[in-house]
C-alpha cells in the first residue's frame, strides 16, 4: 500500500524528482537543526540565565524576612529591587488561583518555571501569560512577595536570529542548486527533445552536451540516427533498382501479349496487371521514412484534394465537416499522409460501397477517420489485420478486388512515421470499419 501511494504520489517528471531529492533532506535538515537549537541550546541557556537570577530572588526573600515589620521591608525591597531590575510588591495582590500560566508553545517558559522551581522549592504561582514579562509570588514572613521582572533576563535575546539565518542561506543554497539542476538537465530535455522529432519523421538539429553520460547517450543517439537514416536510404536506392529492373520485364509481356491473338490473353494481361499493382504496393510500404520530409501541412485542405481527386476517379467518397477548432498547418509529411488516407479510402470502398472521411482537432491530437459500411473486421482481428501481407478473407470480401494485404500496413507504418497510431474500430454511422489515423500536434 505504502509503495502504491508513493508511487502515485511522487513527481512524474526528471526535475521534479531530482528537485525532491533536493529539497526533501535540506528541509529535513532544517528541522532538526531547528528542533536541536531550540532544545539544546535556547532552553538550556534560559536555564542557565534562570538559576542566576535564584539567588537574586532568594536574596530579596531574606531582605524581607530580616525586617522587623511589613513596613519596613516594604521600604528595604524598594531600595534594592531597582539594582536588581525587578519590581517589587509587599504584601502584593493575590495570586492567580491554580498552577503556573503561560502558552503551550512557550517553551523558554517552561524551561525557566523548571529552573525556578528547582531553585526555589516554595516557588507560588509563576505567570507568563505576557511574552515580554514573568511576574511570580514568593512566601515571605509578611505575607506573599511579588515580583515582576523583564523576561529577557533570564532568555536569549533575539533567539530567532539564528533560525531566520538559517531559514534564508538555506533558501539562497536550494535557488542555486535549482539553477544547477536547470542547467544539468537542460541537455536531457533536449535530447528527449530530438529523440521525440526523430521519431516523428521530423531531424532536428541537436548537439551532445552536459555532463559524461548524457554526452555519451546524446553521441549514442546521433550513432543510431545516422545509421538508420543510412539504413532507409541503402534500401530506397535497392528498391528503386527493383522497381526498374522488374518494371522492364512487365512491360515486355504487356507488349508481347498485345500481339498474341489468344483467347487467354485477356487473364494473362490481369495477371501482367496484377503483378504491376503487386509492386507497386511492395514499394509504398517499404520506402517508408524516406516518401518525403516533413512540412507545415492544411490538413483539411489536403483532405479536400484527396476526396476530390477520389470522387474524379468514380469513387464514393464524401469529406465531412471538421470537429474541433483547426490550429492551422501542422508539421507533416504530405505524400506520407496523403498515401495512407488513400490507402484507406481504397480499402474502404473496395469492402462497401460509401467512404466517410473526417478529421477532429483534439488538443494534443489530430483524428483522421475513414469510415465505410462494409462488413467490417472482428476485433479479434484487428492487430493482425495490421500486419504486412495478412488478408482477412472471412472478414472483409476480396471479390470486389485484388489485394496484396499491405494497405492498413501501409496506413499504420505512415502514422508511426508521424508518432501516432492506426486504430481500428466498428463504424457506429455506417456500421462498417472505422479507421482512426492518430496524428500528434
Do not use: C
Not at 500560566?101 to 522551581?117: N, P, Q
Not at 509481356?253 to 496487371?273: H, S, T, Y
Not at 507504418?413 to 501516432?420: I, P
Amino acid at each position: 500500500m505504502l509503495t502504491d501511494w508513493l508511487k502515485h504520489s511522487l513527481p512524474r517528471s526528471l526535475y521534479g524528482r531530482a528537485a525532491l531529492i533536493l529539497v526533501l533532506p535540506l528541509v529535513l535538515l532544517q528541522i532538526v537543526i531547528s528542533v536541536s537549537f531550540v532544545q539544546r541550546i535556547y532552553e538550556d541557556a534560559t536555564r542557565q540565565m534562570t538559576r542566576a537570577l535564584v539567588p537574586e530572588l532568594a536574596y530579596l526573600r531574606e531582605i524581607a524576612n530580616a525586617a522587623p515589620d511589613a513596613a519596613t521591608a516594604a521600604n528595604d525591597l524598594a531600595r534594592t529591587a531597582p539594582a536588581l531590575s525587578v519590581e517589587v510588591d509587599l504584601p502584593a495582590a493575590a495570586a492567580p488561583p491554580g498552577a503556573d500560566v503561560r502558552d503551550l508553545f512557550d517553551l523558554s517558559g517552561r524551561a525557566m518555571i523548571e529552573a525556578l522551581r528547582d531553585g526555589l522549592p516554595d516557588l507560588g504561582p509563576v505567570d507568563l501569560s505576557d511574552r515580554r514579562e514573568a511576574r511570580l509570588w514568593l512566601p515571605t514572613v509578611w505575607g506573599d512577595m511579588g515580583v515582576t521582572f523583564d523576561r529577557r533576563l533570564v532568555t536569549v535575546s533575539n533567539p530567532h536570529q539564528l533560525i531566520v539565518l538559517m531559514l534564508a542561506f538555506g533558501a539562497l543554497l536550494a535557488a542555486v542548486a535549482f539553477i544547477f539542476l536547470r542547467n544539468q538537465l537542460r541537455p536531457i530535455r533536449r535530447l528527449a527533445a530530438a529523440a521525440t522529432a526523430f521519431g516523428k519523421g521530423r531531424s532536428v538539429d541537436y548537439r551532445p552536451s552536459g555532463a559524461t553520460e548524457v554526452r555519451a547517450a546524446g553521441t549514442a543517439f546521433l550513432d543510431m540516427r545516422a545509421r538508420i537514416e543510412r539504413q532507409t536510404q541503402a534500401r530506397t536506392f535497392m528498391l528503386s533498382g527493383i522497381s526498374h529492373d522488374l518494371r522492364t520485364p512487365l512491360t515486355r509481356l504487356r507488349l508481347g501479349l498485345a500481339l498474341i491473338d489468344d483467347p487467354e490473353v485477356p487473364a494473362l494481361m490481369r495477371d501482367v496487371d496484377e503483378m504491376g499493382r503487386m509492386l507497386d504496393s511492395f514499394l509504398d510500404h517499404a520506402r517508408g521514412e524516406a516518401a518525403d520530409e516533413a512540412r507545415p501541412v492544411a490538413v483539411m485542405a489536403l483532405l479536400s484534394e484527396i476526396v476530390a481527386d477520389a470522387r474524379r476517379a468514380g469513387q464514393a467518397a464524401t469529406l465531412l465537416p471538421a470537429e474541433g477548432e483547426d490550429p492551422g498547418p501542422l508539421p507533416l509529411r504530405p505524400l506520407a499522409l496523403r498515401r495512407a488516407v488513400d490507402n484507406l479510402i481504397g480499402n474502404a470502398l473496395r469492402h462497401g460501397t460509401r467512404a466517410d472521411v473526417s478529421a477532429s482537432f483534439l488538443d494534443r491530437t489530430v483524428r483522421i477517420s475513414v469510415e465505410d459500411n462494409g462488413p467490417g473486421i472482428p476485433p479479434d482481428q484487428r492487430d493482425e489485420a495490421l500486419r504486412p501481407s495478412t488478408r482477412l478473407d472471412p472478414a472483409r470480401n476480396q471479390n470486389r478486388g485484388a489485394g496484396v494485404g499491405l494497405g492498413l500496413a501501409i496506413v499504420a507504418d505512415a502514422a508511426r512515421m508521424h508518432g501516432g497510431s492506426l486504430r481500428l474500430s466498428q463504424s457506429n454511422r455506417l456500421g462498417g470499419l472505422r479507421a482512426d489515423l492518430i496524428l500528434p500536434r
